[in-house]
């Protein structure tokens, strides 16, 4: 039965039933009530029943519609998949799937770029913090250059500073090259007994640089099994100074070359306790580390050459004259202040013209340097040696009489008077003549000292040629 039939067929029936129970409700109320009543009596329940007709179509409609809905979109028709769907919906699924591995591999790609990124990213900082600190370690020892002049002080700066920048160091040594010597000796250490490895000079050969360098010193080298390689190129006496000093517990070593006009001048190591506590990147940073404190000490290297060309004469080590002056000048003004004897005194170099003109000027010169080294290894620190003149020299000695002063001397002389050096074949004397003068026994007027002190000189020399004509007549036989 179709939609419209229905809803005729229950219009019907709802009058039907309507009209019915009217009826019988007019019926049963007729026995007491009037005609006019019993028509109102009907209005209002035909309206009542009107009312629920209405209400009931409605809710009729909307209960057909949600029935006609359902069949609607719940009734699909079933279709049995033949052989050409299932392989195309397997495609799509293999698809599917290889879509799925390719975004897992960009992902993980992704995420191994971004871990890279980040490695750079701390390598930066931690090379912009090693820049920064070297920069401000360079700045320290620049100032300790210009005020204090002191050499193991800045020694222990830059030893400190390259520990605090390699991350897994906690000791190190700073070993500075002696050219008299030819070995390398120890300056600063941390975490050492500095006492203990003074006692140690090493060779090239004998150093951490060395060993691994494979002819290559321009660079740091790794090195492991500290306390092995100690024992393979060491002596014993070495060794025990190096166990003393709390060296052989060390498992790794960096050792960097600080190098000046291609010379290593001096080798940086930094060392730890731990296996393994040292890579590539740690050598990278004590190399740009070394390199940057390399151009640091050959500025304060030219620095100490400019204040010692001012001070010193570059031949003899002696103080040069205008220097002496100065230290004299603040020298007399203590001294008169506070009454301290001292005395001058003027020495001359008995020979000398002729071994130049004989023996040629390089003869002359080691004449001058081994005299000077002499007159120093026989004063004290407090004593001041100068060179005034091509071989006149001048020596202040404080705070001594003029007794103790000609005492001094004599044995000063007496320790130089037979000294000979071999040149060319011929056997030359380093002979001088020497006069004191002392104040304030005979002037407090350094001017005056000066001409008492060379008179006395050469009077002494005199002398000296009447009692020695064989030496010239040795030298002159040429």
Sequence with gaps: MNRPNLRKTNAILMIAFVTALMTLSISWLGKSIHFADSFVVYLVLFTCFTWIYLVHGKLLNIVTRSINNIEKYSVIPFEKPNEKHLNSLFKKFKILNQLSQDYDERFRDALQKQAQI?????????????KSHTLDTILKVSHLFVDLNNSKDYYSIILSSAIDVIANASKGSFLLYNSASER???????????????????????????????????????????????????????????????????????????????????????????????????????????????????????????????????????????????????????????????????????????????????AGDLILKVFSQSILEHIRDTDVFSRIGGDEFVILLRNISREHAEEKMSRVYQSIEHLTLEHGGYELPVSFSYGISASPDDSMIYDILIKIADIRMYKFKEKYKQEHPEIIERLITF
């Design 118 to 130: 980040q490695d750079q990213l701390s390598k930066l900082e931690r090379s912009n913090f090693i």
């Design 184 to 362: 390398y000796e120890f300056q600063a250490c941390v975490g050492y007994d500095l006492s203990e490895l003074q006692k140690v000079t090493l060779s090239f050969e004998e150093t951490f640089l060395y060993k691994n360098a494979q002819g290559d010193y321009n660079e740091p080298k790794l090195i492991k099994n500290v306390r092995e390689f100690d024992f393979e190129l060491l002596d014993i006496e070495s060794n025990q100074a190096i166990e003393k000093a709390g060296g052989l517990i060390i498992k790794e070593a960096l050792s960097s070359p600080i190098i000046i006009d291609n010379q290593v001048i001096a080798i940086l190591n930094v060392d730890s306790e731990n296996d393994d506590a040292f890579d590539e990147n740690d050598k990278q940073l004590i190399h740009f580390f070394s390199s940057q404190i390399a151009l640091a000490l050959k500025n304060k290297y030219l620095v100490d050459e400019t204040v010692n060309m001012s001070k010193f004469d570059k031949l003899t080590g002696a103080f040069n004259r205008n220097y002496f002056e100065k230290v004299f000048s603040a020298h007399r003004d203590y001294s008169l202040e506070n009454m301290e004897a001292y005395a001058l005194v003027l020495c001359d170099l008995n020979y000398l013209k002729i071994i130049n003109d004989t023996y040629g000027h390089n």
